[in-house]
């Protein structure tokens, strides 16, 4: 049985507020997130998000890859799967001895809030490495559908300033040392369905793990994305399966779900030290 959004706080996971004063262009009062009236699906959807947080989820074992991964939930920009995409994942990585953080970016259609959210985490996240048992420079990031996005344009965006400066934390990079796209939406936005203009892919964007499948409806996204990647010379990994839809996160039942975790975790084990 899947636990609550609520009841999955409850667990001792450290809470951190991504904006300690005001949230940069943000109207709304900062309050709590609100869950959306859709809990179908056994999926616990958060729709109101007006003062993003980060999770934190420590390794599990006896395992410490020194290691974080910032998680980016999917939800069409809409909501956000907070434990299909976010808990169940960060519990998965932190059992493999990654240090995983669940962004709760804003939600609904906040597309440029929702970069300077992943921006403004990735730099706490740096800026807290070492409390954490992480090396600076391998602090990821890793979306689903939406999520998958938005990792994508803070992997092209790292040197845009998209917010006015906070702290000392916001002098370090916001450059992710790595990406992984599961199921991306909206990256051929282009015409013809070719990659979406604003994405400015180089051969300074980070190493990328992509895995889609031939029946989502967003699977092309993978395929432009890939094709991007291996002009610019980026190293980039790309699975591309027949089957499993789109949106299934890790759950049992599903074949594509039960694929990528063992060719992630592989990828994983061979990033440069």
């Not at 804003?106 to 970069?115: D, H, I, T």
């Not at 991306?184 to 015409?191: M, V």
Request: glycine residues 10%; charged residues 15%; contains cysteine.
């Amino acid at each position: 049985m899947t636990l609550s959004v609520a009841g999955l706080r409850a667990q001792e996971h450290e809470l951190i507020h991504v904006w300690p004063g005001a949230v940069p262009g943000e109207t709304a009062p900062k309050a709590p997130h609100v869950l959306s009236a859709d809990q179908s699906r056994n999926v616990a959807r958060i729709g109101t998000v007006t003062d993003p947080v980060l999770q934190v989820y420590k390794p599990t074992g006896t395992i410490n890859t020194h290691t974080g991964i910032i998680v980016c939930p999917g939800g069409g920009y809409n909501i956000l799967a907070s434990d299909l995409e976010g808990s169940e994942i960060a519990s998965w990585l932190a059992s493999l001895g990654y240090t995983a953080f669940v962004l709760e970016y804003r939600v609904p259609q906040k597309r440029e809030g929702a970069l300077q959210d992943l921006q403004r985490a990735i730099r706490i996240v740096r800026s807290r490495a070492t409390a954490w048992g992480i090396q600076k420079d391998r602090v990821g990031t890793m979306g689903f559908s939406a999520g998958g996005s938005l990792t994508a344009r803070a992997s092209s965006f790292y040197n845009q300033q998209t917010y006015t400066p906070v702290d000392a934390a916001d002098r370090l990079s916001a450059k992710p040392a790595f990406a992984i796209l599961i199921y991306p939406a909206y990256l051929d936005e282009g015409p013809n369905h070719s990659i979406t203009p604003e994405l400015q892919i180089n051969a300074e964007h980070p190493s990328t793990f992509i895995f889609n499948t031939a029946d989502d409806p967003y699977g092309n996204s993978s395929l432009v994305m890939a094709g991007a990647l291996r002009d610019a010379k980026v190293p980039v990994e790309l699975h591309f399966y027949a089957k499993g839809g789109h949106g299934y996160g890790l759950r049992a039942g599903n074949p594509a779900a039960e694929t990528w975790p063992s060719l992630l975790q592989q990828w994983l084990k061979n990033l440069p030290e």
